[in-house]
């Protein structure tokens, strides 16, 4: 069986609340052991964006495959090969962080899951809070353990939500840093949200900007840059949010 090179494949996919759209004729394509940036401003259509491919709601119209799969049919498939971390989403609080580690690589069906577990928290650094109670957790620490319960089971595709949300940038810095060793050394597919333009420009090799619901423009950060004739990245993200700007899709 030939490898499948284009990991998600969205083709038209729309979603509507009530007489609300959230997002419309959104198209894209991410590769094998690529990193792409999904922004765009509050309300854009990130979120529906990401929980459609998770499979948690069904889109309105449009197609979408992961692995060449259907995120809802073959719903055991993909998520087996997925995971997801969330700045905005906590562990339960009145569990030791290796009690939640545990619990989750039982739920993800993870062989040998003592020796993983403490795989990830050395990787990550955070042996050292394997006894603390997951609710008193800074917001740095808390980070890191959900990235490790994110990578439980090896994932292939690694969809990311704010990861740095709320951290302060030595911490902030140090996460960055972790996340572009890990996908390096194990060829992740990543889509990672953010508002941190620092984020975006040290890890994303690609950009999809969505606004309004669309994707108004695409590429790498610098080609969004000199597209715009901006200095930064940030810059881009101010002119697109605040709807100075309609930008053509720009080429990878």
Not at 132 to 159: F, H, I, Q, W, Y
Not at 200 to 222: S, W
Request: glycine share 6%.
């Amino acid at each position: 069986m030939a490898e499948i090179v284009d990991i998600v494949e969205v083709e038209n996919l729309a979603k509507r609340f009530d007489n609300s759209v959230a997002i419309q004729d959104v198209s894209f394509t991410i590769r094998k052991g690529e990193f792409v940036g999904l922004l765009g401003s509050n309300g854009a259509g990130k979120s529906t964006t990401i929980q459609i491919l998770l499979g948690l709601i069904t889109p309105t119209a449009g197609t979408v495959r992961i692995f060449g799969l259907s995120p809802w049919k073959e719903r055991v498939q993909v998520l087996a090969r997925t995971n997801f971390s969330s700045a905005y989403i906590a562990m339960p609080p009145n569990l030791k962080v290796i009690e939640n580690l545990e619990v989750f690589a039982r739920l993800y069906g993870v062989s040998r899951r003592k020796e993983k577990i403490q795989e990830l928290m050395s990787l990550f650094g955070i042996e050292q809070l394997s006894q603390k109670m997951t609710g008193a957790l800074s917001s740095g620490e808390s980070t890191r353990v959900n990235l490790c319960k994110a990578l439980l089971n090896d994932p292939e595709l690694l969809l990311l939500d704010e990861p740095t949300a709320s951290l302060d940038p030595d911490i902030a810095d140090k996460v960055r840093n972790l996340l572009k060793q890990v996908q390096r050394e194990r060829a992740l597919t990543v889509v990672y949200t953010s508002h941190n333009m620092i984020d975006v420009e040290e890890l994303c090799q690609r950009v999809l900007f969505l606004h309004q619901g669309r994707i108004i423009a695409q590429g790498t950060p610098a080609e969004l840059v000199a597209n715009l004739g901006e200095e930064s990245l940030e810059e881009v993200f101010i002119s697109i949010a605040r709807d100075k700007v309609r930008l053509p899709e720009c080429q990878e």
